[in-house]
């Protein structure tokens, strides 16, 4: 997504600067290193650009920034649950707005922190006390990190994920490996199933792969690059390409899965009483590293 004609709001510091998208704040980050941005609304990368590289993070054309959408494409904050086991679905956490915390340079590259606590909405929905940071650090690679903490007495559980949906230049071309050969077929109502070594495309893809290695591998070969991702704190990999169900989404161009992919770290369960418990005081870290080679 290219934020360079956006309106400026404020100008923080030489590298970072909060700029407007019709309702939504978004810090933009300007580094010898890389340019990003990260929406304050769901607390939601919208565009990783390493030095002399295409986007490395897919954005709609379509996505609706009225601060009240969740945002198609970027990295949404899927939290306190992952998918469809509660309403909203993917959590409340990529439609609520987060405060901007802090923010670092230095040459390596910015560091941003953004801050989520709970709000008269979130309790109807959720009624637990907790606190969220989520820390982006943006050099040649991007690192985000959701840190939650039960600051309620009494214990509770979640799921989520880090959505990230990846620009390639063309899906037909495009090869995953690295998530392992076991997954849940979301296409087959969670179907337990077993995959090759190697995922290439031709129809669409929504699947849970539960043995992802420890680095999963995009080829982009039109772009001349791989992209690297390296998960922390899940225990699945989501991979989903919704191919013609693009079509019937008012926010995703018809053939606007020809040029994504989504590879997200994730810590699935298949209800939320299922998820992680974290007892009072207690803290989980769910991230993401994302790297680019040339090929
Ligand atoms: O992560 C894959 C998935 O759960 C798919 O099933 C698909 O629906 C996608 O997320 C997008 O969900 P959304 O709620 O953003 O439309």
Known sequence: MNLNSLPIVSVLSDHVTIVQKDDVKIVRVQHPKAEAGISLFGGHVVSFKPQDQED?????????????????????????????????????????????????????????????????????????????????????????????KNTDTIEWAFSGALHSYFNIADILYTEITGMGDHYLDSLKDGKVSLGGETLTFSSGVDRVYTHPKSEIKISDPKNHRFITVENQGSNAAVIWNPWELASSMADMEDDGYQTMVCVESTLHAPSIEEGKVLQPQESYTLSTKIGVIAS
């Not at 050099?139 to 990190?145: A, F, G, I, Q, Y």
């Open 56 to 148: 490395v993070i897919w954005m709609s054309q379509q996505a609706v920034f009225d601060g009240k959408t969740a945002l198609r494409g970027g990295i949404p904050v899927c939290w306190p649950w992952f998918g469809r086991i509660a309403t909203p679905a993917h959590g409340f956490a990529r439609s609520t707005q987060w405060t901007l915390v802090e923010h670092k340079e230095n040459e390596q590259g910015v560091m941003i922190r953004l801050g989520m606590k709970p709000s008269e909405a979130s309790l109807a929905i959720w009624p637990h006390q907790f606190e969220a940071l989520l820390d982006i650090e943006i050099s040649d690679t991007l690192n985000v990190s959701l840190k939650v």
